[in-house]
Nanobody, 124 residues
Framework: QVQLVESGGGSVQAGGSLRLSCAAY????????MGWFRQAPGKEREFVSS???????TAADSVKGRFTLSQDYAKKIVYLQMNTLKPEDTAMYYC??????????????????WGQGTQVTVSS
């Protein structure tokens, strides 16, 4: 059974950093498309970053140069390193996975498995 568990969220001031983790259970990380999404109150869920099964990463324009996705295949953890955080980054952050190949980047509807989310709050 596929299970995703996020951690690492919290409250920081603008300009600060956080590293989110997504632990994957029940499958080999390398065989799934992985993504990070976020949802702020009153807004739709939006794409943040993703990685395909061949290791290609993609980031939304709003986070390029500030957020970095990486994976530790041995530990089965996906990380989202977030630097130079801004108040507009405040949201619930979700990890998602799907086994459909090729990976579809950016569309939350294409991901079958989701974690419970971890809250990130950035104050000005």
């Amino acid at each position: 059974q596929v299970q995703l568990v996020e951690s690492g969220g919290g409250s920081v001031q603008a300009g600060g950093s956080l590293r989110l983790s997504c632990a994957a259970y029940g499958y080999a990380l390398r065989t799934f498309c992985m993504g990070w999404f976020r949802q702020a109150p009153g807004k739709e869920r939006e794409f943040v970053s993703s990685i395909t099964t061949d290791g290609t990463t993609t980031a939304a324009d709003s986070v390029k140069g500030r957020f970095t996705l990486s994976q530790d295949y041995a530990k089965k953890i996906v990380y989202l390193q977030m630097n130079t955080l801004k108040p507009e980054d405040t949201a619930m952050y979700y990890c998602a996975a799907d086994r459909t190949i090729p990976c579809v980047v950016g569309d939350p509807e294409q991901y079958k498995y989701w974690g419970q989310g971890t809250q990130v709050t950035v104050s000005s």
